[in-house]
């Protein structure tokens, strides 16, 4: 039973473009959202968070939003970068289980020159 | 200022042999937290550790098991291996107990059980 899907495993976006990871989830008890990225021998590294009382969150270039109705949140990063990348995670947690993480499978996200 | 840092980076092992991992958290970090990782999918939770106590557990069996230092270093051990448990095992830390954000993970433990 997976609580979170990122259905697309991989994703190519032209250099300069805008990427768009997209992520749903089941659980409406989840209140706490956070993408990951990782790159290929290294640990995920913490990106971006929205809180369930939010519909957007923006931290330069990334911009993560959150429609809670359609239990599927999204990460616009604009412009992308060679350096973005990576493998990208959602994740999503809840205040009843002390907000473990449930993390889906990932997109593999390729910047083409 | 060291990240968090885990030994060995690879590993393998046998079917029904035991196996230790260790991870050191990131200086200032007093919570440590284990996942397991299978090809092609997500970090699974395994278990906290604050305070050289274990404090919350995800859905992993007794085989699984750990232990914090005083100096907040953390062991994950697995016993009666089984191919299964052929993973990548990421260590995270935070401060202050809360599992959610802004955990920092170190680089991995890749285990191939044969």
């Known amino acids: 039973d997976q609580q979170v899907k990122q259905n697309s495993p991989s994703l190519s976006v032209q250099e300069g473009r805008i990427s768009i990871l997209n992520c749903d989830y089941t659980?409406?008890?989840?209140?706490?959202f956070l993408w990951y990225k990782k790159y290929p021998a290294e640990g995920p590294t913490f990106l971006i968070s929205i809180s369930s009382i939010k519909d957007k969150n923006e931290d330069g270039r990334f911009t993560v939003f959150l429609n809670k109705s359609a239990k599927h949140l999204s990460l616009h990063i604009v412009p992308s970068q060679p350096g973005d990348s990576a493998v990208y995670f959602c994740?999503?947690?809840?205040?009843?289980?002390?907000?473990?993480?449930?993390w889906g499978a990932g997109t593999k996200l390729i910047i083409k020159p | 200022d060291a990240g968090v840092t885990q030994s060995p980076t690879h590993l393998i092992k046998t079917r029904g042999q035991q196996v230790t991992l260790r991870c050191s958290p990131k200086?200032?970090?007093?919570?440590v937290s284990w996942y397991q990782q299978a090809l092609g999918q997500g970090p699974q939770f395994i278990f906290q550790?604050?305070?050289?106590?274990?404090?919350q557990r995800g859905n992993f069996p007794d085989r699984f098991s750990g232990h914090q230092f005083p100096n907040y270093s953390s062991e994950l051990n697995v016993n009666a291996l089984l191919l299964g448990d052929s993973a990548l095992y990421l260590c995270a830390s935070t401060a202050g107990g809360r599992i959610g954000e802004t955990q920092y993970f170190g680089p991995g433990t890749r285990l191939l059980v044969l």
């Open positions: 550790y604050y305070e050289e106590e274990e404090r």
């Open positions: 994740a999503a947690s809840a205040r009843y289980s002390n907000y473990q993480l449930i």
């Open positions: 659980n409406s008890m989840f209140d706490y």
């Open positions: 200086s200032g970090h007093d919570t």
